[in-house]
């Protein structure tokens, strides 16, 4: 055997965890880092859907490429899938003309859509508006993007991949025209904890949080003799005052000791990929170079109820606010789409997610009656000029810059990544010349390959068919393991029917960090229904203790509440604030953990009013003479109280003030 590259691929979202498993299973020694969990950047903001081909009619090259991804993905990623098929719709104030071209493209490239007119497209989806007149029905499908994520990069751990999340890039060194070594921070300590605002209320928006790093074992990718998750072990509280004295599987303790020491590392690649995503420049600029992107941002919303069950978009230029998409028992209502500088650019402002309301409720009336659960926002990054924000390019700085040693990647998307990696993986071999055949296509990723065996598992261990239905989605061929907890094994989320013995095999998830419950929230969807984490997120901080001192443990529960705050911030009216108040009132009055930084503010407009004059008074030299309070990222506001039975757009109260 010759010489094996050894190749570091920085980014952990979708396209960073495909890069890592493509070079891995053609025999490459493979190295991925991300500085916060997986798929908590761009790849943890988006609407999370499998694009069908009649989307890019109008660009036929890239129509084609959409098309075979989209195949390929449902044979190797069936459990991240879910085939709802999507509706293009014509409203009756679009233009004809653009819906008319649609129609042609598609004829022409053949692509497998039907056309349905008023009646028939209402009689697929009866919460459409009156105005709708037709649609296309095309193959879309609804993508889990976390799930996605994670199942990549468990394929590049079989193939002998080492994953390290919560791994900071803090300096690239370039030697003579080489990329030479490459230095990462490493936090043992993850928390999951934000990182503090900017006083304006606009969080973090980087996908970094705080966090651990795996450390590189001998044997990497080894998963033989793992315990199974739970077993000989008790758990967190759950409902009915069940016993608990936690504490964490053998394994999982034991990676806590090994991550005691923070320290600086570097890694001495023989090539470097940036696949970070939007944060590809930042990279780039640690070894003095710059990129072409492009930005953009959008806003998305998520309520809890789902008026459809396909894949609704409004077919027109304008793409603000266009589509509507089945999540389970929630939708997601996206997105709008602000051009900006760069990532650490993008702002949160209510009026986006009133606009994506008013704009849908056009197509979709039903939108307006569940209440909002969180808001959220995304970046996009493209190659600068490129046709299509879908577009993607390898930017060689060997060839741009003179350096040789690291290629950046620019664009992509989640419905394209599979075949992007491709592209990249088979660049860096030729590079090395290495001549070996991508394979990707052809492996399934984990948890896609069997689910008769998890049919199996369910009966089993008698299981409910909701739970069924979603765990179908998530562990996949490994159901049986993850399940084989023994009789104790309650639900800890009661919303998104999460069990302990799920919590615990997310845990001890040799890709991820035990540490960080945002990563466990992203690997089980714990703390994500209706009551946004409010009635478990206790529970899920409970299954690090005794094993965490309670210091470590409030860390990180603080750090899973402050994440869910982030997106309840924008949605604050009728039974989703009814909701929020609940929740702080359980946890600052019955938990006592109430937050310094928060403060609960009176609903009279002269309250509101004298604080916003105190904080020109303050500015002035005269704060403290009225004594008032002015509303911030962190208030809560008393007077928008109410019993959530009026959810009318018009009874929406303003910031501080009650209509009446």
Known sequence: ????????????????????????????????????????????????????????????????????????????????IEDTGGLLVSHAGDSDERFESLLEGCAELDFPVEELDAEAVREREPELGGDVERALAVPDAVVDPFRLTVANAKGALEYGAEIRSHTEIIDVAVEDGTIGTVTVRRDPSPTGKPEVDDGRGEPATDGGRPGETGTRDDQRGD????????????????????????????????????????????????????????????????????????????????????????????????????????YGTNALLGTTHRDVAGPHDVTEEGAEVDLLVDELSEVVPAVWDPHALRSYWGVRSWPEGA???????????????????????????????????EAVAGDVCRKFGISRTCRTAGIPLPGSEDEQILDDAMAEFDVDSPLVRRTRRQPGQRGSETFEAGPDNPVVCECQAVTRAEIQDAMRDESGTALDLNDVRIRTSASMGECQGGLCAHRLAAELYPTCDSETTEATLDGLLAERWKGQRHTLWGEGLQIAMQNYALHAGTMNRKSESTVLLSSREADVSTGSDDQENEKSGMSGKTGGVSPSANSVPLGLF???????????????????
Request: net charge negative.
């Open 223 to 326: 998963t033989d003799g793992k315990e199974v998750p739970g077993s000989g072990r008790r758990g967190a509280h759950a409902p009915g005052g069940l016993d608990t004295s936690p504490s964490l599987p053998d394994d999982v303790a034991g990676r806590f000791e090994r991550m005691k020491d923070d320290s600086l590392d570097e890694i001495d690649a023989d090539y470097v990929v940036n696949a970070a995503g939007p944060w590809a420049g930042e990279v780039a600029g640690l070894a003095g170079f710059d990129l072409p992107l492009s930005f953009s941002q959008g806003a998305m919303v998520v309520v809890d109820d789902c008026p459809v069950d396909a894949v609704v978009t409004r077919w027109r230029e304008d793409d603000e606010g266009n589509t509507v998409v089945p």
């Open 387 to 421: 046709d299509s924000e879908h577009g993607f390019a390898i930017y060689d700085h060997g060839e741009y810059d003179d350096c040789w040693g690291m290629s950046s990647v620019l664009g992509g998307s989640l419905t394209t990544h599979r075949a992007v990696a």
């Open 1 to 80: 055997m010759g010489y094996t590259p050894h190749i570091l691929v920085i980014g952990g979202g979708v396209l960073g965890t495909g890069i890592a498993r493509d070079l891995a299973i053609r025999g490459l020694d493979v190295t991925l880092v991300e500085r916060g969990t997986l798929a908590t950047g761009a790849t943890g903001r988006m609407q999370g859907i499998l694009y069908s081909a009649a989307r890019f009619a109008d660009s036929p090259d890239m129509a084609k490429l959409v098309h075979s991804e989209n195949e390929t993905l449902r044979e190797i990623a069936g459990h991240c």
């Open 642 to 660: 109410d019993d959530g039975g009026d959810r009318e757009r018009s009874e929406r109260p303003m910031w501080g003030e009650r209509q009446r």
